[in-house]
């Protein structure tokens, strides 16, 4: 899963490790709690999922099943949309839509890149001993992007 431009609205990441014969997680969190403020920006954000849960909300022109590197999501200065903004490989799932909210997603990430912008508020950094998840997010209340 990628996305070009986004607004987050908390952002939980759990790890596990192992040290010295004991498991431990390294748990890192971005956001103000306000479930409501989209306070989270990022930039040409790709996932590597091998499950994730939740609502996709689509609008405008929803395309699926576009080949990665054909989606056009950001369009540059000159108004022409920037090609392959998220450096997809060849043959991969594309979706692009006009606008996509995910509510409430729970996933199990393999890999996450963020080679643009990713501004942390409230970031914390915490380790717990044993196997911690993040908590369930909350429910998001009005649309990315506006008041």
């Known amino acids: ?28 969190t971005l ?48 108004g022409v949309p920037v090609p392959n903004p998220l450096l997809s490989p060849e043959n991969r799932f594309g979706i692009q ?7 409430q997603v729970t996933a199990t990430v393999d890999d996450l890149q963020v080679p643009g912008l990713l501004t942390t508020p409230g970031l914390t950094i915490s380790v717990h001993p044993g196997t911690v998840s993040c908590p369930p997010p909350p429910a998001p209340t009005g649309t990315p992007g506006t008041p």
């Open 97 to 103: 839509a006009g606008y996509a909210k995910f509510d």
């Open 31 to 78: 956001g103000d709690g306000n479930p409501g403020t989209w306070e989270i920006t990022t930039q040409n954000t790709v996932l590597d999922l091998r499950t994730a849960t939740g609502v996709l909300d689509m609008d405008g022109l929803v395309d699926l099943n576009i080949n990665g590197p054909d989606v056009t999501t950001i369009t540059g200065a000159n």
């Open 1 to 28: 899963m990628g996305f070009a431009n986004g607004l987050l609205n908390g952002l939980c990441l759990a790890q596990q490790q192992q040290f010295l014969g004991a498991t431990y997680t390294l748990m890192i």
